[in-house]
């Protein structure tokens, strides 16, 4: 169990597959495409919006 696990009681479900984590029984099945994927929305997700004023006039005669 790593350090930072201390004080943690796993189930057995939990403790197998930290287990098999920690003997590197994993393997990545990101794909090029998958990865393309993630980045882009990964960008799109950081990118700014447009920034909307409104002046508290204005948002009673919106409802």
Do not use: C, W
């Not at 169990?1 to 984590?21: I, P």
């Not at 029984?25 to 950081?46: G, N, Y």
């Amino acid at each position: 169990m790593t350090e930072k696990m201390k004080g943690f009681s796993l189930d057995a479900e939990e403790q197998e597959l930290l287990e098999a984590f920690d003997a590197s029984e994993f393997q990545s099945v990101m794909t090029p495409e998958r990865k393309h994927f993630i980045e882009a929305v990964a960008k799109q997700s950081f990118q700014q919006s447009k920034r909307v004023n409104i002046k508290s006039g204005t948002l009673y005669e919106v409802r």
